[in-house]
């Protein structure tokens, strides 16, 4: 059976391991700085079952060790070993690990699975910051890739070479040929390899051979001294660039990246695997909020998140941000500036609650979904995002055919949708932008392939066929790309294109509100969702009715408004403190 991640459901304890159960461990002292070392009992010729000592040791006095990066593999099926004279079970991963790593020679390993108490969640909190040090101290870092990787000779031979290969400009390993097999397994997709890998003197790859027990890659080595820099990065910096990874535990997802972010303590001072992890997530979204990171953290979530999860709306799930909503978001995030410190005796724009399960956001709730296209292939499990919306709306706050023209265009080539520089579009409307709607087929599209990326052709094809006849102001948004070409201007064609086949693949939906503003808006959103503009976010957020309040759908663009100018607009209404559950 194939390796794979299973998402865990938040609100439930977290692993609970029948076969780490058998074996009782004796106490660390933490204040001595105590860990595991597993010493492994050389092979006899009248047993096949691997043997190994689990002693304690001050990690600074700790003796020459191995630190083992693995992927743990399927929990629920186990081998046995001997503990300590006692058989347990571990992964089938973990048992070929430590069985290769003693066909090699080395006998002193530390091991996450054994050397931790897994069920222990208080050793567990004082242990896991000690993880950076352990591998930093560690004489080599042993890379368990798995079974045979179908690598040839001719291959492994290359691999095996003292220098590494020239890589130029921005070349990527994985267009590699011989690291496709490589780089293809489950391993590079953990988020712990960040910090084991990044603090490591040594790195050994190794894998199970049908000739030879191990392979050791100097020239891998020298790879990663080109590539790797050991200078600390911010916390979220960290979260951003392992948005893709997947841990085992969800709470790991940020707790795996401490030991390798110099602000690590000022947003998690002690990691707890105490409480549940939907706790862990809320703590984490509290210490943002109050380190006035931008509250447009509030509205990070996937396509996929439902509305009505277990997590507070304004919590983010650190699980489940790969895929293009979250990705667009993040990236829009980590490129604002950072808010200037608020004056502590002036009012927060934003409260979380006694309970730490609500937010209080002052803000207006400026207006209400009425129009909405489809979103792009959408598995979301919402209906509603696979629907049109239709709006009957004519009320335009905009002057002449000119202006909505104008509007139009940078909602298509998704102005809004783009962080800082990147949102820069030319002025012209090009001529020939409504043969884009005419496309029917993957094989038109792939006549586009200059700016149409990795989406599934039949995929934008379907889009394009649904969300032609979008309604706006009375006629369909195919009706108003003809009328440029009457205009007499001209932009740049293949950029528009581009920028117009990114929001598509964006997932967002869409727009038109009852006040008659165009623009984006998140593929969960709903028609009767309410527009909110909340103080202190840099882009207006789609808010669903809950309970006496609201929970968060995700963000929105409105065209041609910038926030400080829907917030000029809306200086009039009814400031309110917006509860959001």
């Known amino acids: 059976m194939e390796d794979r991640f299973d998402r865990p459901d938040l609100d439930r304890p977290f692993l609970d391991r029948p076969f780490l159960r058998k074996y009782v461990y004796e106490p660390l002292r933490h204040e001595n700085s105590e860990i595991r070392l597993l010493t492994l ?34 929990p629920t099926v186990t081998i046995n070993i001997k503990v300590n004279g006692r058989e347990i079970g571990v992964t089938v991963s973990l048992e070929a690990a430590l069985q290769r790593l003693r066909a090699a020679g080395s006998y002193v390993v530390w091991a996450d699975a054994l050397c931790i108490n897994q069920t222990d969640k208080q050793e567990k909190s004082l242990q896991i910051p000690r993880i950076s040090a352990v591998f930093r101290k560690a004489y080599e870092v042993a890379v368990w890739l798995g079974d045979d990787l179908g690598i040839d000779e001719t291959s492994r031979e290359y691999l095996r070479a003292e220098t590494a290969p020239k890589l130029e400009g921005d070349t990527c390993l994985s267009t590699l040929p ?39 890659f100097t020239m891998l080595r020298g790879v990663r001294k080109k590539v790797l820099t050991r200078q600390p990065i911010r916390l979220l910096d960290a979260l951003h660039r392992t948005r893709s990874s997947l841990a085992t535990d969800p709470r790991d997802k940020i707790f795996a990246l401490l030991g390798l972010t110099f602000d690590a303590q000022h947003f998690v001072p002690e990691p707890s695997y105490m409480g549940s992890v939907s706790d862990s997530f809320r703590e984490f979204a509290t210490s943002l909020l109050e380190s006035n990171e931008p509250l447009d953290f509030i509205y990070l979530r996937s396509a996929n998140r439902k509305v009505g999860a ?19 978001q993040f990236e829009y995030i980590m490129a604002l500036e950072t808010p200037v410190p608020e004056d502590p005796d002036t009012d927060r724009d934003a409260v979380i609650s006694k309970s730490g399960l609500e ?16 979103a792009l292939a959408m598995d979301s499990g919402d209906v509603s995002a696979d629907e049109i919306a239709i709006t009957h709306n004519l009320i335009t706050p905009y002057s002449s055919e000119d202006e909505i023209s104008s509007i139009i265009h940078k909602t298509l080539v998704s102005a809004e949708l783009l962080p800082g520089d990147q949102c820069k579009i030319s002025d012209g409307l090009h001529g020939d932008f409504h043969h884009l709607w005419s496309i029917e087929t993957p094989q038109q599209l792939e006549e586009l392939s200059t700016v149409v990326s990795s989406a599934p052709s039949n995929s934008i094809c379907i889009w394009l066929a649904e969300n032609r006849s979008f309604i706006v102001y009375g006629r369909t948004i195919e009706w108003w790309t003809k009328r440029w070409s009457l205009l007499g201007t001209e932009s740049n064609s293949v950029q528009d294109a581009r920028h117009f086949f990114n929001a598509i693949q964006s997932r967002m939906r869409l727009l038109m509100t009852e006040k008659g503003y165009l623009g984006w808006a998140h593929p969960q959103t709903r028609k009767g969702d309410k527009v909110a503009i909340l103080f202190g976010c840099s882009r207006p957020v789609i808010l669903r009715v809950c309970q006496g309040g609201y929970r968060i759908v995700g963000d929105a663009c409105l065209s041609g408004q910038s926030i400080d100018g829907l917030r000029k607009i809306t200086v009039d209404e009814k400031v309110e403190n917006v509860r959001i559950l």
């Open 41 to 74: 009992t050389p092979p006899t010729s009248d047993s096949t079952t691997l043997e190994c000592r689990l002693s304690h040791v001050p990690l600074p006095k700790a003796p020459r060790y191995i630190a083992l990066s693995y992927h743990w593999g399927d």
């Open 178 to 216: 011989v690291f496709n097999s490589l780089l293809d397994r489950p391993f590079w997709r953990r988020v712990w390899i960040i910090q084991e890998l990044a603090v490591a003197s040594c790195i050994t790859l190794y894998w199970r051979l049908a000739d030879e027990n191990v392979c050791r």
């Open 310 to 328: 277990e997590l507070p709306s304004w919590v983010t799930d650190w699980t489940d941000l790969d895929d293009p909503v979250a990705h667009r």
């Open 359 to 374: 937010l209080e956001a002052r803000g207006v709730l400026f207006d209400t979904v009425d129009g909405l296209g489809t």
